[in-house]
Structure formats: C-alpha cells, structure tokens
C-alpha cells in the first residue's frame, strides 16, 4: 500500500513491515535506557548506605573504646572517646556560629545590593566576582588567611586586647605564679577569630547566590504596589522584599553553616588547634574543630587512630546531615506555602 | 493511504479523573473532520488518544477501543510508537526543533527513527514535504538556517511539513492555527483544504468560523454539567451542525448562547 | 550611593515647601562624597591625637562616622524616611566593597608570590633533589595525581550523574522513588568533604587492609571526588533538563519516536551547553579539593604513574604540605607552594570562565 511514497519504507528500524501496529520484537532500545536510567539512580542510594556502613563499621569499635586504647598520642592522655570527640564537636560548631554572626550580614546586605541597588549591569558583573569567589579552593584560602590575614590582623588584635579585654571573649590576659597578669596572644594572629573570618569569607557567596535568587524572586507587583504608595527603596525592601524571602533566607544560611561545619583546610592551616573548650577568642589556646583535628592527624595516625579519626568523622557527618536536613525542611515547607512549583 | 477511524464506547481517563465518557464516532478518509466544543470538554482528549498521545501524560489511560481501517489502536501487542508514524500530529504551538535547521527539521521523523536515506532521496523528501505544506517557495533558499528563526505561520507550516514527511495516513491538529496571527491562519487554512486529498485530517478548534471553513463534518463536544466527563453531544455535515442542529446543546453553542 | 532613584532630584537648600509638593528638600546630588571625604578626614584626626593612627583604623571609623554623618544630614534637610533610606543603600553598598577587599587582596597576593615559581621546571621536575641545596624543584608529580583522579572521578560521575539526572526528569518525574533519590542527592550535596575522603579510605581499607599499598592511591581519591561530583552533576542536568519544553519531547513522539530516542536525539542536544557548564563547573568544585585527598591520595614526592597503586601527590595537597615544612628548604618550598596555590586559581577561575561562555554562547535559541 506504500508504493506511492517511497520513504514511508525508510522509516523505522523495523522496516520490513512499516504499516503494521503490532511490534515485530520488543523495543529493546527503551528497555535497555530506561534501565540505564534507573539503575544509575539506585546507585545514589548504594553510594550513600555505603558511604554510611562503611564509616559505621570503621567507627563503631572506636567510639566504644577503652581510654588506654586509643592510637593518637594527643589524646591518649584524654580518655575514651567522646572525651575527646565532644570538645572537638563544640570547636565545629563555635567557629562555625563565629563564621555565621560574619558572614550572614555581610551575604544578606551583599545579595541585596546586587538584587535591589546596583545598577543591573554592575551587578551581573558583581555577582559574577562573588561567585568567582565561592570557586577559590579552600587550600588557597587557608594559604591566604595564614600567611596575609593573620600577621595584618595581629596589631589589630593586639590593640583590641588591650582595650577591650573587659569583653569577656576577647580577654587573653592570663596571670602567672606570681599573680602578674601576661597577654597570652596567639602568635602570629592564628587565633579562632581569624579562622571564623576566612570561614566566613567562604560561605559568604554560598548564601549571598541563594538569597540573591530569593530576593529576584519577590513577585514585582508587590515591590510596585509598595512603590506606587510612596515608599522610599528601603520601606520597599522592608514591606516586599524581606517578608517574602525570610524562608529562602533562613534556608540559604543553614545551608552555609552545614557548610562551615564540615569545611577542613582553611581551619587545619589557620589554627593551630587544641582539644579544649574556650570561647576565648584571641588566645593560643584555641578549640579545634572535628574536620581540621582529622586533617592534621590523619596522615601521621596508625591502625586504631585512624579508626577514631573516622569516628569522629561520623560524628560530623551527623551533625552537618542534621542542619541540611533542617536547611531542605524549610524549604519544603516554604513551596507548599506559597503553592508554587 | 488515507484511512477510516471509528472510535468505540471511548472513555478516557486522567488517573481518576473520567474526562471523556461514551464516544462513538466514525471518522471519514479524504475529509476533514472538526473537533468543536468549550474548553476542557474533552475535545483535544480524544484527538491525543487517537494517536495515543493521551498516554504520555503519567496517569493517563483509555477505555474503549479506536479502530484505524478495522485494526484497534489500543489492542493487544500494539506499539504506540508505531501507532505514532501512522498518525501524525500537529500541536496548538509551533515546535520546531530547536537545535535543528529547517531541512533537519523535515527529516526529523526519518533521522530520529535512525533510518538510512541516499541524500538525493532526503533532497526529494525535504522538497515535497515543503511544498505540501506551502513553505517551499519561502525557505528553499535558507533550508540550512535554524527552523526557530521562522515567523508563527512558517513554524507551523513546518512543523506540518515535518509531520506529513512520515508519510502518516492521518494527520491530527490540535488548534494548529490559535497561537497565529489571521494572514497565518489563512495559509494554514488553505492548507489543510489541500492536505485532504491525501490524508484524514482531524483539527481541534475553538474558532467555529475556521470550523466551517475548512471541515467537511464536525464534532461537537460538551460537559453535561461542570465536573461531569466531557461526551460527543452531535455529529454530522458541518452544513446541518452549523445551520440545523439536531440537539438543542449545539444549537446553543452555535448561536453564542451557550452556558 | 551610586544614584539610581527614579524620584525627580532638584539640588535644593534647606528651604521649607509646601508638605504636598513633590519638589521636597534635598541633599545635593553629590554632597555624600563630601560627607565621605569629610568621615575619613575627621576619623583621621582623632586616631592621630589619639596616637592609634593606622590606615585600616581610619577606614572602619571614617565609614561609621560617614554613616553618622549622611544620616544626620539627611535627616535634617529630607526627613527621616528618606535618611534611612541613605543608610541602607550606604551600608549595603559598603558590604559588599567589604566582601571584595579580601578577593583582591587574595588574588594580588597569590599571583604576586606564586609568578615567580610558575616557570618551566615547575611542570617539568619534581619533589625528588628536596635534599640537594638549590636544586631546581616542580609539581610535575602533583599535576600528574591531580590529573588522574580528576579525570577519574570525571569518568565515573559524569555518567552516573548524567543518566540519575535521566531517570529523574524523564522516567521518575513524581515517583516515590525519583522524590527519594532527589533526597539522597541532597543529602550528597551536603557530605563535608573530608567525610568522603573518609568513607574512600574505609572503603578501600575494608578491601585491601589498612597498610595496603592498594589502599591509599589516587584512585581512592577519584572514589572521594566521585562523591562530591555526583550530585552536582545530578542537580545541574536536572534544571537544564527541566527547562526543555515538553512540546518538543511530544512533537517527537507524535512523529512515532521512541522514548529514549527522543531523549538521545532531541532533549540532550537541546540543554547540552547547560549540561556542559554544569559538569565543566562540577570539575572545577573538585579539581581544588584537598581534604580528601590528603586523607585517601596521601603524598608522595615522585611522580606516581599508576593511580591504582601507592600514594599519589596532588597540587592542593602539596600547597597545604609546602607550608608545614620547616628547615632549610623551607622557602624554597613555600614558592612552590605559592606557585601552586597560583595554578590552581588560574585552572578554577578558567573553568569557571569557559563554563560561563559556553552557557552564554549556547544559551538556548528558542524564538518564541
């Protein structure tokens, strides 16, 4: 019946009998892709459980260690387990709130002025340097924070030392045997202040990009409707922007902080880190954080200290798991609030 | 190559949604049939279930059976991808594809199903293709320039070019002319006058003027009451719909008085 | 600061008007660089009686007092809505001069340091002649590790990354199941980096035993990378894939195309730029990583051709052990370090910029 029209032959693979319905073999093309497909999506979730059994299994012995068994000589004289892991989780988090209180400011006020005061074309290229900025790998920042930073900061906290000692966190006055008081200033200026800002420099273009989306998102007729009735660009932002974006904004840092939490190097290189609890912040004497403690010791650790090291790994894994999870929460929750897709 | 359709006790479904209750209708080779009715009364339903389009959309399923010259569509061992060659379809927006010229565009049905065509064959095919959908004379200098840089009507025209060039017995056309400027839908509308001498044409619209322009019988679909399956209320000669409808429904519909 | 108020703008004195006329007092247009200069030469003068002087001391105060200042004026000639209006758009702008002072000072620094090593023998020799006395050293070893387990790590995620990305869009699209693989991706995307070096190590030590010359290569590092690449791989082709119109995945079908025919022929060429940049920019987010490698690659001064066997250097992780050595060949280190440090911000920033040009190029031509 096709003898009219040569190509109708050409067409499809199974040519010999182009005008029948009924499938002469089955489609093994679709079969095979969409098995490519799926299986591929299963391997995430062999991935993560591996990712998961095999620190559990490394971990596990560790954690329930007696205290004379540990491998590190550091902590051997600490005890079990969590005697050290705890301080170590609390260094995590203080140099990771620290970076916080820094950079959220900072990535909010930047976002906005990229999304709602620089002049558009500036802020395309802005907002190119501050993703620019997110790209620096974290060694160069810790080269940088611990060769620049810290020796441009340490007169400045010298003179803070100095005068502001009365603020409990940047006291490093320590009294000697004879009761004279000595400053006890980190050397260098590689204290737990400036590896919270160089974190801070870091998550800053994480929140500043995902507020920045939020913030161009604020539907236009609300910023007009604000406009129209006479509010200056501040109210504008305040009335609009802010109310609308608060969701996307708590989400943006809780995604910076998960962050934070877990990054290694630029603490590693910067802080010469104890395991301790201090909010101090100039002192030598500083807190160390979970990931920099297993990046300084574990080329040097053998057999079991190894084991704790990941141990102490889980211990982060679960902490930064905890914080996304809430960060994906309330996104969730926010795209269900406004009904859109 | 033209050939008969006749749909049977059809009901379509959206996962629980019964869109399309009861249709019985047989679909003449050679004539264009209209598809009229008020939105979402299931009109473009039952033109996608006819070349089992409907089932992309996740959900989706029929009831019934739709016979094309006698063999059903929905019957056991059929290959809805093979249903497709024979049953070409144009949509409400032109979609020519992007990342393609307008000669690879033609060929689109032939290269994405992998077979094998002399160039001189392909020349051929690209030309009769384009003539057939009066867009010859207007891209033959420029076959290699990308389909997207045409203008609403010449999409369209292509995007008809690229389905007729399957050599399909019936072409399907979901409102081809509503996103189209009046000079583009004339153009379409002579075409699809022309495009009956080879083919069963089926076109969904909303525009009843275009209706009895182009159609030699028309459909009319209507929902009973909101939220009830849309059903066939009448079909015959377009001349009797438009002019001495059976059903008072249609009548309704015709004259502007509807709902 | 920079004037982009579309509300009519008269340089006006301080006279009073009429409440309802749209010509109210104003500060001329521009007197906040006078109030700046004004800010900076006060703060000055206080740190110097006060003997502080120092150069960044009278930027923070000279900004503070700026800030007082402009508020005060414009309080008085426009009111108190319009000086807070200045203050935000003050203090937002000086943020972000804030977040850029440190990317100068970062880049300046690196390039002005690491230039001077970044010479021939650095591509061409090693750490091996560390002990001889002013023997010429390079990072040849650490390009060569780097090389091999990004490239490595690219050849795996890439395809689990590409087709997951597949299996969401176009086969799962709202199962349970593509809503719990998006899940684990994000729940990926937020592994601490260092934790994926760990599971490679524990992985390949659960295998070959902890002392294994198997166990601590370059290719457990590509294992960790892979961890780390995947889900941005998953999540970038995941939007391009989403932003292909579904009329162009039905018009392929309605010409009797199969299913993952249309995806091969007609959805991946439509998003490939953005496929492109999305993987060009995955790389770039590993190709710098240094935690897990230090955990799983280690460190090796000599080059290590087999990535399957033995420690490998990579470049980060030999910046981060330039800076910890100490002892006569110290500095001579430390300029390797920095050279390194310099190589890495050249190839990052470079992806980074061909990702973009690809995704500018090839942005999609839609025509509608």
Same mark, same amino acid.
């Given at each position: 019946m096709s003898t009219q029209t040569p190509p109708a032959e050409q067409?499809? !693979? %199974?040519? =010999? =009998?182009?005008?029948?319905?009924?499938?002469?073999?089955?489609r093994y093309g679709d079969a095979l892709f969409s098995g490519i497909s799926s299986g591929s999506a299963l391997m995430i979730f062999v991935i993560l459980a591996a990712v998961a059994t095999f620190l559990t299994s490394q971990a596990l012995p560790a954690m329930t260690s %007696?205290? =004379?068994?540990?491998?590190l000589s550091e902590v051997s004289?600490?005890?079990?387990f969590w005697q050290w892991a705890l301080p170590l989780a609390f260094g995590t988090v203080w140099s990771a709130v620290l970076a916080m209180l820094m950079a959220v400011p900072l990535a909010v006020g930047i976002a906005l002025y990229l999304s709602h005061y620089a002049p558009r074309r500036v802020a395309r290229i802005f907002g190119y340097l501050i993703d620019l900025l997110a790209a620096v790998p974290s060694v160069v920042f810790g080269l940088w924070g611990l060769m620049v930073l810290a020796p441009t900061l340490h007169p400045f906290y010298k003179w803070l030392n100095e005068?502001?000692?009365?603020f409990p966190l940047f006291n490093a006055w320590q009294a000697r045997e004879d009761g004279e008081l000595r400053p006890v200033l980190a050397v260098g200026g590689q204290n737990m202040l400036t590896a919270a800002m160089v974190l801070a420099l870091m998550i800053t273009p994480i929140i500043t990009a995902l507020s920045r989306e939020v913030f161009l998102q604020t539907p236009l007729l609300h910023e007009e409707a604000s406009l129209a009735l006479g509010a200056t660009r501040w109210e504008m932002v305040k009335q609009a922007v802010l109310p609308f974006s608060r969701p996307g904004i708590i989400s943006a840092c809780m995604l910076g902080l998960g962050r934070a939490l877990g990054e290694t190097m630029a603490v590693a290189m910067i802080l010469p880190g104890k395991v301790l609890v201090t909010f101090?912040?100039? !002192?030598?004497n500083n807190p160390n954080t979970i990931a920099a403690y297993i990046a300084q010791n574990f080329p040097e650790s053998e057999g079991f200290g190894k084991m704790q090291l990941i141990a102490a790994g889980l211990i982060l894994f679960i902490i930064t798991l905890v914080v996304n999870m809430i960060a994906r929460g309330i996104i969730a929750s926010r795209r269900e609030f406004s009904g859109a897709n | 190559m033209a050939k008969r359709i006749e749909i049977k006790d059809l009901d379509i479904y959206y996962g629980k949604f019964h869109?399309?209750?009861?249709v019985n209708l047989t679909i003449e080779p050679r004539a264009v049939t209209a598809f009229i009715g008020s /939105?979402?009364?299931g009109k473009s339903t039952v033109l996608r279930s006819i070349n089992r389009m409907?089932?992309?959309?996740?959900g989706a399923y029929v009831d019934g059976q739709v016979l094309l010259d006698g063999v059903d *569509?929905?019957?056991?061992?059929?290959?809805p991808v093979r249903v497709r060659r024979q049953v070409g379809m144009v949509f409400q927006r032109p979609n020519p594809?992007?990342?393609?010229?307008i000669r690879e565009n033609v060929l689109a049905g032939v290269r994405l199903n992998n077979a094998r065509m002399p160039r001189s064959e392909q020349d051929e095919l690209v030309e009769k293709s384009l003539r057939g959908a009066n867009l010859w004379n207007e891209v033959k200098d420029r076959l290699?320039?990308?389909? /997207?840089? *045409? $203008?609403g009507g010449q999409q369209q025209r292509l995007c008809i070019a690229r389905a007729i060039a399957i050599s399909p017995d019936v072409i399907l056309m979901d409102?081809?002319? $509503?996103? *189209?400027?009046p000079i583009s839908t004339l153009a379409i509308e002579d075409l699809i006058k022309e495009l009956k001498d080879q083919y069963t044409v089926v076109i969904v619209t909303h525009n009843m003027q275009q209706a009895a322009r182009v159609s030699d019988t028309t459909a009319f679909f209507n929902l009973k009451k909101q939220g009830e399956p849309g059903e066939l209320i009448e079909v015959g000669p377009t001349e009797k719909i438009f002019?001495?409808?059976?059903q008072q429904a249609t009548e309704d519909y015709i004259t502007g008085r509807f709902g | 600061m920079t004037n982009t108020e579309s509300t009519p703008r008269h340089a006006a004195g301080g006279s009073k008007r009429p #409440?309802?006329?749209?010509t109210g007092g104003q500060l001329p247009k521009h007197s906040w660089l006078l109030i700046l200069a004004l800010g900076w030469g006060i703060a000055a003068g206080i740190l110097s009686v006060t003997d502080v002087f120092s150069i960044g001391g009278t930027a923070v105060l000279g900004m503070v007092l700026f800030f007082v200042l402009h508020y005060v004026a414009s309080f008085a000639v426009e009111g108190r809505r319009r000086a807070a209006d200045r203050l935000s758009r003050s203090v937002v702008t000086t943020f972000f001069l804030v977040a850029l002072l440190p990317l100068g000072s970062l880049v300046w620094e690196v390039v002005s340091r690491g230039?001077?090593?970044?010479?021939v023998a650095f591509f061409t020799? &090693?750490?091996?002649? &560390?002990?001889?006395?002013?023997a010429q050293l390079g990072a040849a070893h650490a390009l060569m590790g780097t090389l091999q387990s990004t490239a490595i790590a690219f050849l795996i995620s890439v395809p689990i990354g590409l087709f997951t990305a597949i299996y969401l869009v176009e086969?799962?699209?709202?199962t349970k199941l593509a809503a719990g693989i998006r899940f684990l991706v994000d729940v990926m995307t937020g592994i601490p980096s260092i934790v994926a070096g760990l599971f490679a190590y524990s992985l390949f030590s659960m295998i070959?035993?902890?002392?294994? #010359?198997?166990?601590?290569?370059a290719f457990a590092g590509a294992i960790a990378l892979t961890v780390l690449m995947i889900p941005t791989v998953v999540r970038s082709t995941e939007e391009m894939l989403k932003l292909v119109p579904n009329e162009l995945r039905e018009a392929s079908y309605a010409l009797g195309v199969p299913k993952w025919r249309t995806i091969v022929k007609v959805v991946l060429p439509t998003s490939l730029a953005g496929i492109v940049t999305g993987v060009i920019l995955g790389i770039a987010r590993i190709i710098g990583e240094t935690a897990p490698l230090l955990v799983t690659a280690g460190y090796f001064q000599l080059t290590n051709?087999?990535?399957?066997?033995g420690t490998t250097a990579t470049l980060p992780v030999m910046v981060y052990q330039s800076l910890r050595t100490i002892g006569p060949t110290a500095e001579q280190l430390h300029a390797l370090g920095w050279a390194g440090a310099l190589t890495l911000i050249i190839i990052v920033m470079g992806l980074n910029l061909i990702g973009r040009l690809i995704a500018w190029k090839f942005a999609p031509k839609t025509g509608r």
């Open positions: 067409v499809g !693979t %199974e040519s =010999d =009998d182009s005008h029948s319905l009924v499938r002469s073999k089955a %007696e205290p =004379d068994h540990t491998g004289a600490l005890g079990g005068t502001m000692s009365w101090k912040l100039l !002192t030598y | 869109a399309v209750r009861g /939105s979402g009364c409907h089932e992309v959309i996740e *569509l929905y019957g056991k061992d059929v290959d594809f992007p990342t393609m010229s290699d320039r990308p389909g /997207s840089g *045409l $203008s409102e081809p002319c $509503s996103a *189209l400027d002019h001495n409808p059976d | #409440a309802d006329s749209i230039v001077a090593r970044l010479d020799e &090693t750490e091996a002649k &560390t002990h001889i006395a002013g086969y799962g699209a709202r070959f035993g902890p002392g294994s #010359a198997y166990t601590r290569t051709p087999n990535p399957f066997s």
